[in-house]
């Protein structure tokens, strides 16, 4: 039976290099959290690590709450479902998350939390012991999935998917590389002319979306909205412009409209408009999909389907913050949309479920979208498991955008840049400053290493020298 034995939380403080407005609110520092959890697996003792950064306003939305208040919530709801842990057994990792997830689950409920900030916990946990598993197995997060090492039953979970397992519908091999979609902030500059003097970073790393294209040779875009129609027409038509000039028609995006919208019919109009402005006609061949326009109040609700039935030429709508729970996927699916995203924030056995339910929609010809999404993830043991997850369902467009916003690895300890730079050498190149960075080819990344390695996070993981907190 699996049992976790202890866990330590570290915490590191991390500044932005580019204030990155997502939202309701721009970013200029936040603390990164990293879990080590030690657990018993078939009487052997291993640990596993996850991390991320505590992302104000993106679980909650709540224009009023002081910051620092969230970031104490977000860390007590990691503490508390490390605290639910030692109380549980169970003969499988999968199994392992069920229990942790319903006790979350129900202290959320309790305290009054939104589901998806209590399960940002559970992940949390979740992803420790999928690390550790696949550390005690040897192998890598796609192996442990299809070969069945995981213990995944997707029928306890959903009746329609009972009998199928993750190797029916996950790649049996992999991508090798995928496309890193760059987000475009709310306040991000466009061009140098874009820049007020004193607002140029002289650190060697791109700084406009011009820059970026150049230097990185991006081909995939995340464009964020925020449902000011004329001001996003005019940002839109100036990116346009960039895109149309730099990528010469090679590109693709996806529209992020981060819940912008709480009248259903407005985002309907609101995109129409958009649709029949002149400078952004050669725009709208090359759109993915649209992320989450929808307010969470609004998202999941009747009126949406009653949209959708008078729609039927909508482009494809996924759901993102909506994606709480079990239940909002298949809710949303029924009301219209079509898919979800995965971020390893949200829960990695969850995703597996989703990809089940969309593979079977797309066997039946319907759409079943599945992107990949970031958190802002940054340094070298949050986007490596999200990588290696992403790779494990197939997907190869994936929003990444800790390496625009933040200085490399520059912010964290010797020892972790150069275990980034030893394991990973296909995807983290040390700089002129000496700090590592991720190595974009072809606006391309390489996943080589991250899919043959433990959760795509190899070796020993030195974390002396960082704050830390002994949970359990």
């Keep these: 039976m699996i049992r976790l034995l202890s866990a330590e939380i570290f915490r590191l403080e991390l500044r932005l290099r580019l204030p990155f407005r997502y939202g309701i609110v721009t970013l200029t520092e936040v603390p990164q ?41 977000m860390l007590g709801v990691i503490r508390t479902a490390v605290r639910h842990a030692p109380t549980l057994r169970a003969p499988t990792p999968f199994a392992f998350w069920r229990e942790l997830d319903a006790a979350q689950a129900a202290w959320g409920t309790a305290a009054g ?84 003097p004193g607002e140029r970073v002289d650190d060697g790393l791109p700084q406009t979306l011009e820059e970026v294209i150049r230097g990185y040779g991006q081909r995939h875009f995340k464009i964020k909205i925020n449902g000011e129609a004329e001001r996003d027409r005019d940002r839109l038509g100036r990116m346009a412009r960039v895109l149309a000039a730099e990528c010469r028609g090679n590109f693709a995006f996806s529209l992020d409209g981060n819940e912008s919208f709480r009248d259903v019919a407005g985002f309907h109009e609101y995109y129409r408009w958009l649709r029949a402005e002149p400078a952004l006609r050669d725009l709208w061949a090359r759109l993915l999909y649209v992320e989450q326009p929808w307010h969470r109040g609004v998202a999941l609700s009747p009126a949406i389907g009653e949209l959708a039935r008078d729609w039927p030429d909508r482009p494809p709508i996924i759901i993102d913050e909506s994606d709480a729970d079990l239940t909002s996927l298949p809710a949303a699916l029924a009301l219209g949309y079509a898919g979800t995203s995965h ?41 490596l498991p999200d990588l290696a997850a992403q790779a494990a369902f197939g997907v190869t467009s994936v929003e990444r955008n800790g390496h625009h916003y933040y200085q490399g690895l520059a912010q964290f300890p010797p020892a972790l840049q150069e275990h980034a730079l030893r394991h990973h050498p296909d995807l983290y190149a ?20 991250v899919n043959a390695a433990p959760f795509g996070v190899p070796g020993e993981v030195d974390l002396r020298g960082i704050p830390v907190e002994q949970v359990v």
């Design 33 to 73: 959290i990293i879990l080590r959890a030690t657990f018993e697996l078939g009487g052997r003792r291993e640990y596993g690590l996850a991390a991320d950064i505590l992302a104000p306003k993106w679980f909650t939305k709540d224009p009023t709450r002081p910051i620092a208040e969230e970031i104490d919530e």
């Design 430 to 449: 040390r700089t002129a400053g000496g700090w590592p960075r991720l190595t974009l080819r072809d606006g391309r990344l390489s996943l080589r290493s």
């Design 343 to 383: 971020k390893n924030c949200k829960g990695v056995f969850k995703t597996v479920v989703h990809a089940g339910l969309l593979a079977r929609r797309r066997a039946a010809a319907q759409p079943g979208v599945l992107s990949g999404e970031d958190l802002c993830s940054v340094g070298p043991l949050s986007p």
């Design 113 to 196: 939390l939104p589901a998806l900030l209590s399960n940002f916990g559970t992940s949390f946990v979740e992803r420790a012991l999928i690390h550790a598993a696949c550390r005690a197995q040897g192998g890598s997060l796609s192996a442990a999935l299809r070969g069945g090492l995981l213990g995944v039953n997707l029928g306890t979970v959903h009746g329609e998917l009972r009998g199928s397992a993750p190797a029916d519908f996950l790649p049996a091999v992999p991508p090798a590389e995928v496309f890193a979609r760059h987000t475009v902030g709310l306040g991000d500059p466009i061009t140098a002319d874009d820049l007020a």
